[in-house]
């Protein structure tokens, strides 16, 4: 390594031009077949048809992976156009903002996004809404909410405030000792079903039996090992607000071996965590509905598209409570029901 | 092994891969260019000037990033800690301006910041002789959790004129949108380029990079030579900083997460080698183009970003397989 003579034959030089062409080649060949499988060379219409770019938090998620994916099939069976962009992790603003961009260039009749930070992506929906493009927000609200013509999500504060319920009903009279693993600081998905859980809960911010709190992202790992910690000190615990299901199931890891059994709520409805509640491993989720925000979603666009109308406010997709163990004043359904309506793979 | 610093090419006859070889942005140049071919015929609306006008200013932050990750990399090191340190900097100047601060203070503090962290870097790498590649992995981890701290967590908002004048002040050149972030970064290539190029310490970076044993022989002080291109660097990720908020005018301490992999997969495209001591900082801009082009051109052509990353990852091996090559025939 390191070295560098001036002599080079005349044949080597022409090899390594040879493999920089057919590299060159080799990576147009790659584009330029899924570009003919894709659109089959047919070009842009715009005849009244809706012309559809979804732009998710991420790819990685499952949640969006499904939100994706009944967006893709509602879009199909309308016969209109649809495309699929993502940021690269949460929190990938000026990933999304390029997706957004790039999406108006294609000629985007509608925009349905799940914007990573509330503010952060603004200025190119802005933009994107001056050229006519209607923009929906999907799951997460934007802040203020009317940067966008329309929100179609779950009511994370109302979710929250479910889960908060049931969580202090199946304590019954016991005095609760709350442990809360939240999920990605400053998202606004987190500090709705934050708040909501505590008022469900029936409890203060800052009150005394709040044993901990701790952030993980919403990951698994990370919640196991803020749970680990947490558990370190707060021995006493018997109720647990997790900020969803992965959360959940890290802070069951967590638990194993402790001889600590803590009420355990959540929220999404993945069928993983439907799973995990029929199991026991968490008492009740929240389950919320992304594929009908989805098709909501992709019905606004093609309207939108047929006769200009647009969606405006806020569409609640709703909630409900999935649980084994029902109690009385919490509405709820069981996971029988649950792993038929739940979203993902088990 | 024996080495010896390429001399100025002789009046040997020159063929095309010759000139390829010597050039290293000559092939990223071409791909570019056959890219752009690609798109102009595969989509009706890639070719658009608005579009190739976007497609630069979606690649000025990681480009500009790539600028100092390309020093780096020529003196055959490595930064992972360039984006975090660049996501830190917009953080401090959105904060410092929404503090009440006159916007080019907080940009010159924001700039000193990136320098100092990026100095220290150099200063752990030469003088505890720590290998590159830990010194800014600890850095990147250090930044990224400072950034969290620092921020609370939250993003941060600005609207100081002087923080978003990069992409505000538009001003049309032939019927083309150019931002000031662009004429920027142009200059900042140009003045790159000459500075390695033509001056002392740009032929002691590549010297370094080339083999920093033999540098030291022939009388170059590779501990400053080295510690001077850290600290250009960290001067570099604050510029970037400064783009980043003209762009998106919202400091997030979320925001670039593998913002370090980009730079490098842009220095790699660009034909700078990380081997060292070989590479130019216009093929790096080139190398970021071709990532927003590849984003941009698949896009339109309708096709989900995932193949979109399969493109541009096969992209990357594909180039540093051509180094690899190439280092091989000529040994």
Known sequence: ?346 | MTTSVETAPSARKTNLGEFILRTPAVGPALALLVAIAVFAMTTDTFLELDNLSLVVAQSLVIGTIALGQTLIILTAGIDLSCASIAVLATLVMADLAVGGMPGWVALLLGIVVTSAIAALNGALITSIRLPPFIVTLGMFTIATAVARIYSDGQSIPTTDSVLRWLSTRRYLFGGIEVTYGMTLALIMVLGLAYALAKTAWGKHVYAVGNDPEAARLSGISVRRTLLSVYIVAGVIYGIAAWQALGRVPNADPNAFQIGNLDAITAVVLGGTSLFGGRGSVLGTMIGALIVATLRSGLTQAGIDDLYQDVATGTLVIVAVALDRLSRRKQS
């Open chain 1, 1 to 346: 390594m390191g070295q560098c003579g001036p002599a080079r034959g005349a044949g080597s030089t022409r090899s390594v031009v040879r493999a920089l062409a057919l590299g060159i080649a080799g990576a147009l060949i790659f584009t330029g077949c899924t570009v003919e499988r894709y659109w089959g060379g047919e070009k842009v219409a715009d005849n009244g048809k809706a012309k559809i770019g979804l732009v998710t938090k991420t790819d990685t998620n499952p949640y969006f992976v499904l939100l994706r994916n009944a967006a893709r099939q509602q879009a199909r069976k309308h016969g209109v156009e649809f495309s699929a962009l993502a940021g690269r992790f949460d929190g990938d603003n000026a990933g999304q903002v390029t997706a957004i961009e790039n999406l108006v260039q294609q000629g985007a009749t509608t925009i349905l996004i799940t914007p990573n930070s509330s503010t952060g992506v603004l200025a190119a929906i802005d933009q994107a809404r001056a050229k006519g493009v209607m923009v929906l927000a999907l799951d997460t609200a934007t802040e203020p909410e009317n940067a966008v013509d329309g929100t179609i999500a779950t009511d994370n504060t109302e979710a929250g405030e479910k889960q908060g319920r049931y969580v202090r009903a199946a304590l019954g009279n016991t005095e609760p000792q709350l442990l809360m693993i939240d999920g990605t600081p400053g998202s606004s998905v987190d500090t709705e079903r934050h708040t909501g859980f505590l008022r469900g809960f029936g409890m203060k911010e800052g009150d005394r039996r709040i044993l901990g709190a701790d952030s993980a992202n919403g990951d698994q790992n990370m919640a196991q090992e803020a749970a680990e910690n947490l558990l370190q000190r707060a021995r006493s615990v018997n109720s647990v607000y997790t900020m969803n299901e992965p959360t959940a199931r890290g802070f069951n890891a967590a638990l194993q071996g402790s001889g600590l059994d803590p009420i355990v709520g959540s929220i999404d409805g993945g069928c993983q965590g439907v799973s995990n509640v029929r199991s026991g491993q968490i008492d009740a989720t929240v389950m919320q509905f992304p594929a009908k925000m989805a098709q909501l979603g992709v019905d606004a666009a093609v309207e939108h598209a047929k006769s200009g109308k647009k969606v405006s406010g806020f569409h609640n997709t709703g909630s409900i409570v999935i649980t084994d163990k029902p109690m009385p004043g919490v509405p709820s359904k069981n996971t029988e029901w649950g792993e038929k309506n739940c979203w993902g793979d088990t």
